[in-house]
């Protein structure tokens, strides 16, 4: 009788052990494949990204970085909203009145990842919650131990693993560049551009005169002027409306 009920006992802890592993399996295997493709979380335990955003909201607000928040006083409305989403190290303490306080999700260059480094305390300790975006140049995401920001962005990773830290894959590049050339019938690399974090989170631009500077740059300029022409599109077809500053497309 021992025997036989010892026999049972350690089939019951195999049975429970097998059913954890399982849903550990689903519940990993449904996070990497249900996720918004085309960004995947850089984990602090591995060099290689795995899992695919898990953002989803259904009224978002995307806050520009510009000078011409100030005054609007949307603050109170843009937090209302489900999502609200930064880019790069756009501030909110000291303008909440004009741009809200919450941050859900905040879309990073590659250029502006020292000023995450710099201020990590207020990206990864106040604003734990959010998730980031990084974008970059291949030679600086590159992960075989050779892309600057992707080391930089491991690290971060390490130091706080519980934070969001995603980065947007080639194949997500590509297909911006895509919707770049479907839109203005340009080629965007032959064009000697780089797409700007405002294309990336759909959002106007800075300065008019930043605008004809960037678009007439032979190399290393943001199409600005050729960007906003696609925004005004988008805003036609009833895809997009710009609250504040009030524009008309």
């Known amino acids: 009788m021992k025997s036989l009920r010892f026999h049972w006992i350690c089939l019951l802890l195999l049975s429970v052990c097998l059913l954890l592993w399982y849903s ?95 201020q990590q305390g207020y990206f990864f300790r106040r604003e734990a919650e959010t998730r980031y975006i990084i974008w970059g140049p291949e030679k600086n995401m590159r992960q075989d131990g050779k892309g600057k920001t992707f080391n930089a962005l491991v690290m971060l990773a390490k130091k706080y693993p519980h934070t969001h830290i995603y980065t947007v894959t080639r194949e ?42 960037h678009e007439h740059a032979k190399k290393g300029g943001h199409r600005f002027i050729t960007e906003k022409l696609i925004y005004s599109r988008w805003a036609s077809q009833g895809k997009l409306r710009f609250v504040y500053p009030p524009w008309s497309p």
């Open 24 to 118: 550990h399996v689903m519940r990993t295997g449904l996070a990497m494949k249900t996720g918004v493709r085309g960004y995947t979380r850089v984990h602090p335990n591995t060099r290689s990204s795995s899992y695919l955003l898990d953002f989803r909201c259904g009224r978002c607000a995307v806050v520009s970085s510009s000078g011409q928040m100030l005054g609007g006083g949307r603050g109170q409305e843009i937090d209302q909203q489900d999502c609200v989403i930064r880019m790069n190290a756009a501030p909110t303490v000291g303008y909440v009145a004009d741009v809200g306080n919450r941050t859900s999700l905040r879309v990073v260059s590659h250029t502006s990842v020292p000023h995450l480094l710099r």
């Open 172 to 213: 997500k590049v590509q297909y911006c560049d895509g919707v770049f050339q479907n839109e203005t019938g340009k080629n965007r690399m032959k064009s000697g551009a780089f797409l700007s974090t405002g294309f990336f989170t759909m959002i106007l631009a800075l300065e008019c005169r930043m605008y004809r500077a």
